[in-house]
């Protein structure tokens, strides 16, 4: 069970979330989660966290150092996933995989991702040469080139893609259907005329979003990875701050405590898939999940898919025949990466949290949410309203 998903408003780049630790955004996360629900802490078997860049504040396993920072019992466990982009739905995974099979009962699925204190490859990974023996490895970027090119997609689609997340996560702003998802976050920040001064602040009101965009100012922008391409600044994900958690139960200990849940898991897809492209799994992945669920794309209400890039977006609308679904509004209703941001660790329970308060607010039943990865895979799962 879902009993609720939280999430810290998404920081943009360089901007309020900069001022606060990874580790202690998630502790406020997880703490409103288990607050808000009156759970006590010690009740909470494991911590499962997604976190791509796993150095410095983000390193030492930081799901175990979340349960600590937020004070809870040290009986509480904690572990750190890495899936790259989709490393918080796997952490759904996880800790739905652990309670359906029996073996835990109350799982904090999350995670955190703080892309202007800890930069995206600042872990210099590296792989072998018999990788490169045999797949031609580029950076996400390029492969979303790759994907217009062989989409036969246009600036000028991806950029209207691009301007519909920013208008749609303004209106849901100002709708306030974030509402129920985003937990207000307390930080030091140093004052505009004196950067010595610290200002307790309450952040929470997502950042990024940029609501003054038109399409002219977006078709201005320069190709962001090659000379000739069509992927800018304005059509990818941005780089961005943020935090998000899921509090997952199997039924009997959600009804011995209590608790009334949101929602439910009812399957995962997870597929590898050339990592050259990359970024192309999720029509393969929904159909996964889909078929593990018995349902059809008929039956699945609100999707979100995670716009890393929205050549992404194109792609998956282009392979799943949803384009009109799109512009329906049941596909990310609400903007998504490229408007909110992409805060990389947590943007899996973010769209989950987001994916079940549209549910919620149209009493509709059934969701998916997939999302692309790094080096080649995707991730789906489908949601069910209770
Ligand atoms: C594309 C990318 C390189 C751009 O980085 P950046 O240059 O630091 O991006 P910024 O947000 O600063 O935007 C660059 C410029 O474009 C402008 N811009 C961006 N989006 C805009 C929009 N929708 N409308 C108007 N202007 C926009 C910004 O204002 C900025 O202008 P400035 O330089 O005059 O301030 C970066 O966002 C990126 O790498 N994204 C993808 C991240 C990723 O790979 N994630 C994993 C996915 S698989």
Known sequence: MIVDAVRSPIGKKNGTLSHIRGDELSAQVVNALVGRNGVD??????????????????????????????????????????????????????????????????????????????????NNGSMSPLVYEHHDIVMQGISAEEIAKQWGLTREELDRIGYESHQRAARAIDGGRFEREVVPIELDVPAPDSGATLVRTRFAVDEAVRRETTLEKMAALQPAFIPDGVVTAGNSSQIVDGSAAVLVASEAKAS????????????????????????????????????????????????????????????????????????????????????????????????TATLVSELERRQARYGLATMCIGFGQAIAAVVERV
């Open 41 to 122: 802490p010690a009740q909470i078997e494991d911590v499962h966290w997604g976190c791509v860049t796993q150095v410095d504040e983000q390193a030492w396993n930081i799901g175990r150092n979340v349960a600590l920072t937020a004070g809870w019992p040290v009986s509480v466990a904690g572990t750190t996933v890495d899936r790259q982009c989709g490393s918080s739905m796997q952490t759904n995974f996880n800790a739905a995989a652990t309670v359906w099979s029996g073996q835990l009962d109350l799982v904090v699925s999350g995670g955190v991702e703080m892309m202007s204190r800890v930069p995206m490859g600042s």
């Open 256 to 351: 011995e405590l209590g608790l009334e849940p949101r929602a439910r898991f009812v399957s995962f897809g997870v597929v590898g898939v050339d990592p050259h492209l990359m970024l192309h799994g999720n029509p393969e992945a929904s159909a996964k999940a889909l078929a593990k669920a018995g349902l059809t794309w008929d039956e699945i209400d609100v999707i979100e898919v995670n716009e890393a890039f929205a050549s992404v977006v194109a792609q998956f609308l282009a392979d799943t025949g949803l384009q009109e679904r799109y512009e329906a509004g049941d596909v990310n209703p609400n903007g998504g990466g490229i408007s909110l941001g992409h805060p990389l660790g947590a943007t899996g329970a973010r769209i």
